[in-house]
Structure formats: C-alpha cells, structure tokens
C-alpha cells in the first residue's frame, strides 16, 4: 500500500507544482504572445526594407542590401507623395488640435445651452465609418463646386482630427484642479496671464499627446482622402497604387522611417514626464 501512495502523492505534487506555474506566468506567457502577434507585422515590414527583390514585388526574402534606404526616393512618385502627406498632417494636426484644445475648454469649463448635443456631434466623427466620411465630403465639395486637391484633404482631415483632439484634451481638463488657477488669479494675475502660465502648462501633455495623434491619423488616412483628393497623391494613394501594380521595398522604407520616429518621439515625451515627476517629487 505504502509503495503505491508514493507515486501517487508524487504525481499529485508534480501536477500542484505545474498547475501553480502555470497560473503564476499565464499573464506573462498570453502578453508576450500577444505584443508578439501586434509587431510581428512590424518586424516583416523592417526585415524586407532591406530586401533585394529581383522583380517588381517585394513578397519574397532574395537578400540584404542598403540600397533601398540610400535610394528611398528612387520610385518615380514617392518623394511627392511624402513631402504633400507631411504638409497635409502637419497642418491638419495644429489646426485641429488648436481647435479642439478650445472646443474641450468651453465644453468642460462653460454651461451653455446646446452643450449635450455639442457633445455627440463631437462623438459622431468617431463611430462613423470612413467611407461614410469620405462619401459625404465628396458630396458636398461636389455641391460647393469646390475644385478637389490639397485644400479639399486639408479640410477633410481637419474635420476627423477635431474629434480626436476634443477627446484627449477633454480627459486631461476633467482631472483639471481648478484651484491652482484661482490662487494665480487671488495673487493679482488676469485671465490671459491665468491661462499662459497656469492653464496651459498643465494642459500641455495632453495638448502634445492630441497633436501626434491628430498627425499619425492625418498621414495614415487612406478613405477619406481617396475620396477627396482629386489629382494629388499622399504616401498611402501612392502605396494603394504601387501594390496594383508591384511592391517597391522603398514603401518599406519610409514605413520603417515613419514607425521609428514615432517610437523615438513617444519615448522622449515619456522621459520628459517621467524627470518631471522626479523633480516634482
């Protein structure tokens, strides 16, 4: 009896052990496959930037080379289309950040009527599909006889980044300690001063956080532009084009370029806050 409980009790330590591993890095294991699952598309993107595809299509791994980052501008096209989507995003993200910064300051700090329905027409950009977008400002540049080109993206995109800019400065002026700025004012400061030196400042981070969002949306867009972009190309027209007719690794490029900017950008902020806090505390 003695020699057969042994093994028994073993195995039931051996499968309490496994059990009791298993719920401890079950979290970790499902994170790492999933942050996995969410860059793998990433890293297939950097990987063939330095493919040497022997044909027009860049699907299959033939061998390394530098000369698609030394000639990223060698496909007829791709400069103009890079150089008109970072005019358009640039523009469209201040604008619109601008402009949403304001619309979550009367909508968080003033009561005015029209207010709840300010609110949804706010939301409304958000949950409505694109090609919704697109169509209805295709119909409407129709309609105004508007000639379609750079101002007709510009508009367009200016019109989906308010939505986004609302939002996050919203969330930022809700938490918003409104006694910080009625000490400025007891100590003698006007409204302006209230503002540039109080209001703004704190308000910063999620100004900045609206602005790189309303530009990563704004060059990223392919709906809405398609619709309204007449006989201009932005980068991802011309990648939507390029694809029909073969792949070129420089579009791999400038997708690796865009994506370690925007990495580099995030964590400079992120250090920036993180010293903040430091000095703060």
């Known amino acids: ?26 979290l970790t294991a499902y994170s790492i496959l999933f942050f996995a699952y969410l860059l793998l ?9 330095f493919n040497h595809p022997i044909g027009k299509f860049n699907y299959t ?18 400069r103009s289309s890079i150089v008109l989507s970072l005019q358009i995003a640039l523009l469209a993200s201040i ?62 995109h200016i019109m989906f980044c308010i939505s986004f800019a609302v939002v996050t400065v919203k969330a930022r002026l809700v938490g918003f300690d409104r006694h910080l700025e009625e ?40 709906v809405v532009t398609y619709f309204n972009s007449g006989n201009k190309v932005t980068f991802p027209l011309f990648v939507w084009g390029a694809a029909r007719i073969g792949a070129p690794p420089q579009v791999n490029v400038i997708g690796t370029a865009i994506f370690v900017i925007a990495i580099t950008v995030m964590l400079a902020n992120v250090l920036v806050q993180m010293r903040r806090a430091k000095r703060v505390s």
């Open 1 to 26: 009896m003695s020699s057969i409980a042994v093994p028994a009790r073993s195995r039931r330590n051996t499968l309490a052990t496994t059990l009791g591993f298993v719920r401890r890095h079950l």
């Open 183 to 222: 000490a400025a004012m007891d100590l003698g400061a006007n409204e302006w001063t209230t503002f540039r030196k109080v209001t703004l400042p704190l308000s910063a981070p999620a100004i900045l956080a609206a602005l790189l969002l309303c530009f990563a949306i704004s060059i990223d867009d392919f």
């Open 95 to 156: 604008v619109a950040t601008a402009l949403g910064t304001l619309i979550a300051l009367a909508l968080v700090r003033y009561g005015f009527r029209g207010r709840g329905t300010t609110n949804i027409l706010i939301f409304l950009p958000l949950s409505t599909p694109e090609i919704v977008l697109g169509a209805s400002l295709l119909t409407l540049f129709l309609n105004l006889n508007v000639v379609f080109g750079f101002w007709t993206i510009l508009i367009a």
């Open 41 to 49: 598309p990433i890293a297939v993107v950097i990987l063939f930037s």
């Open 61 to 78: 791994w033939q061998g390394f080379t530098w000369d698609n980052w030394r000639y990223w501008d060698g496909v007829p096209g791709i």
